[in-house]
């Protein structure tokens, strides 16, 4: 079976420090994944999602990076945070290909707050 | 342009039904997904709905009107365990998903 592990689950950074959040997914090959951000009282937010090895689409300009370095993995990074970044984000995967039907499964989620 | 919306936060009692509603407006549509969320949790999928009509899994329903732009999620036997927030997305022309905001259901014995 499929299984996800982002981490880490909390993290409390500086203004001005670096981000790195990790994502890997088992059992499956190929698979499309995604970085959200969900603030507090409005909707899933896409920030990143990648296709492949390499290829990242970014859907909201900002301070923060994706890369896919191998098939299974996904991090989000950023060279200096901002008080705006505190949110919790999430990784989720679904299966290659494009279907209406491809359900995305997440991570557990990682809390990020900035001070 | 697109737009989707539920509810903010409801509130229903253990033991009774309570019906989640979901409006969306897009120029494209290729379905309609329920998600369940737990506080600081992640979102769980629930159903999928890509044509008009009912579908069914054990106490949990949703239900999809293509031509209405209309979508409601159905909870019968509520337990206190289905406190969460139940998250709305549909499947745009170009297969990104657009979310709502998620209703925050609220179970009181």
């Known amino acids: 079976s499929q299984t996800i592990h982002q981490w880490p689950a909390t993290l409390v950074q500086p203004v001005g420090s670096p981000l790195s959040l990790e994502c890997t997914v088992e059992?499956?090959?190929?698979?499309?994944l995604y970085w959200y951000r969900q603030a507090a009282g409005r909707g899933l937010q896409l920030l990143f999602y990648s296709v492949g090895i390499g290829q990242i689409s970014s859907e909201v300009p900002q301070n923060l990076s994706a890369s896919r370095p191998q098939d299974r993995q996904f991090i989000l990074s950023s060279k200096k945070l901002l008080l705006s970044d505190s949110g919790f984000y999430l990784c989720?995967?679904?299966?290659?290909?494009?279907?209406?039907?491809?359900?995305?499964?997440f991570g557990a989620g990682s809390r990020l707050t900035v001070l | 342009g697109q737009n989707i919306d539920q509810p903010t936060e409801m509130t229903a009692t253990e033991g009774a039904i309570v019906q989640i509603n979901c409006t969306y407006q897009t120029s494209g549509f290729n379905g309609l997904f329920w998600y369940q969320q737990h506080a600081g949790e992640a979102p769980t999928f629930l159903s999928y709905?890509?044509l008009d009509g009912l579908e069914e899994k054990g106490r949990f329903s949703s239900f999809l009107s293509r031509s209405k732009g209309y979508s409601y999620l159905l909870l019968k036997e509520l337990q206190m365990k289905d406190s969460a927030s139940y998250l709305c997305a549909f499947i745009d022309s170009n297969y990104q998903l657009i979310w709502g905001a998620g209703t925050k259901l609220i179970i009181k014995p």
């Open positions: 059992g499956t090959s190929n698979p499309n």
């Open positions: 709905n890509v």
């Open positions: 989720a995967w679904s299966a290659t290909g494009i279907s209406g039907a491809n359900v995305l499964t």
